[in-house]
T-cell receptor, first 113, second 113 residues
């Protein structure tokens, strides 16, 4: 158990819909990272938040957004969903920044029908 | 890291033998490298890391070797156990203020009892 929790574990929705994925980092960790893992694109970094502020951006689509709240939990919002958004979405946390070990949560499996 | 495909490279090793997993990374400017292990149904788990000013680093039963000349990274696992069966990813990153992890394709390691 990494100490990172993600909800929900599974999510099934339809194209065009919007969903919110939630992540609680390990106690004391200030950075939260979101990743997408799909069969055709592999594991890709989406976005990082540090202590409530966006710190780094990766291959995140404009239809996707994230935020980190004062209690340091984070939410990833996916809108106008397409079939190709079906993937595993992982959240990871680290104490401060990139050079520190990232601990991954169990992931949310999203299926868009 | 290389772009991903549907079919992961696979490696089968007899229990108790040593295994070597290889990774060709793409960015000659990468400063920091990490190996992750992902078991079925779980998020990636940090194994070991190495900075570009080193060519070897050892952990418990694992060794990472870095050859910057040919942009090659390897993970050696000694005395493999059934619990080592998983997909192993290398990841690379630059430490230039624009940090983000780029993951490799992954290799599926199967330990044969």
């Amino acid at each position: 158990d990494s100490g990172v929790t993600q909800t929900p574990k599974h999510l099934i929705t339809a194209t065009g819909q919007r969903v919110t994925l939630r992540c609680s980092p390990r106690s004391g960790d200030l950075s939260v990272y979101w990743y997408q893992q799909s069969l055709d694109q592999g594991l890709q970094f989406l976005i990082q938040y540090y202590n409530g502020e966006e710190r780094a951006k990766g291959n995140i689509l404009e239809r996707f957004s994230a935020q980190q709240f004062p209690d340091l939990h984070s939410e990833l919002n996916l809108s106008s969903l397409e079939l190709g958004d079906s993937a595993l979405y992982f959240c990871a946390s680290s104490a401060r920044d990139w050079q520190e070990t990232q601990y991954f949560g169990p992931g949310t499996r999203l299926l868009v029908l | 890291g290389e772009s991903v495909g549907l079919h992961l490279p696979t490696l089968s090793v007899q229990e108790g033998d040593n295994s070597i997993i290889n990774c060709a990374y793409s960015n000659s400017a990468s400063d920091y490298f990490i190996w992750y292990k992902q078991e079925s149904g779980k998020g990636p788990q940090f194994i070991i890391d190495i900075r570009s000013n080193m060519d070897k680093r050892q952990g418990q039963r694992v060794t990472v070797l870095l050859n910057k000349t040919v942009k090659h990274l390897s993970l050696q696992i000694a005395a493999t156990q059934p619990g080592d069966s998983a997909v192993y990813f290398c990841a690379e990153m630059t430490l230039d203020g624009n940090e983000k992890l780029t993951f490799g394709t992954g290799t599926r390691l199967t330990i044969i009892p």
